[in-house]
């Protein structure tokens, strides 16, 4: 039996044959798709295997699943960064980037970890020129906290960070945030 959660209110139980879980080589969102290893069929599908033409096997339902940080755009960035109560972790990143693809696992697990702490969010960097040009962003993937509508002083970050040194360097920037 496996359960789903949705949201705090809804949950989905399914009964499966033992799955293995894949991580999606094509998603930088980080959906997952899992396989039956006994019949091979396509249970869950990722969001990006649909843009590749790819499909499952059509009598299996599918569902998607994601986790991790939401992707925003320039429209959204206003609502969901400057006026958000938490303080915001802006990754900005680009599909054709190696260390965005090596870090994603680690922001995915800062989304769940320091969740109700701190909202994650991902900026296509070829989709958003304009917050390119406004936040001077020169490499990928770059990290900006923001607090109350601005930049955290000291707390952008450029390039690929390994999961234990994210964790020291989000702990004392909200540390210093919080004191503030």
């Given at each position: 039996m496996v359960t789903i959660t949705l949201n705090p209110t809804t949950s989905l139980r399914l009964s499966v044959p033992p799955v293995r879980i894949t991580p999606s080589a094509f998603n930088l969102?980080?959906?997952?798709?899992?396989?039956?290893?006994?019949?091979?069929?396509l249970l869950f599908r990722s969001r990006s295997w649909g843009k590749l033409g790819l499909r499952g096997v059509s009598s299996v339902p599918r569902f998607v699943i994601s986790c991790g940080p939401t992707e925003i755009n320039q429209s959204q960035f206003s609502e969901t960064v400057l006026t958000s109560d938490l303080p915001v972790l802006v990754e900005f990143v680009a599909d054709w980037c190696g260390p965005c693809k090596l870090i994603s696992p680690a922001i995915d697990w800062v989304s769940q970890e320091y969740e109700g702490r701190l909202k994650v969010v991902k900026i296509d960097h070829d989709?958003?020129?304009?917050?390119?040009?406004q936040y001077k962003v020169y490499g990928l993937p770059t990290l900006i906290l923001f607090k109350n509508g601005q930049e955290v002083?000291?707390?952008?970050?450029?390039?690929?960070?390994?999961?234990?040194?994210?964790?020291?360097?989000?702990?004392?920037?909200?540390?210093?945030?919080?004191?503030?």
């Open positions: 969102q980080t959906s997952w798709f899992i396989r039956s290893p006994s019949s091979r069929r989709s958003n020129p304009e917050l390119i040009e002083p000291e707390s952008r970050r450029e390039g690929a960070i390994t999961k234990v040194k994210l964790k020291v360097y989000l702990d004392a920037l909200l540390e210093s945030v919080s004191v503030t």
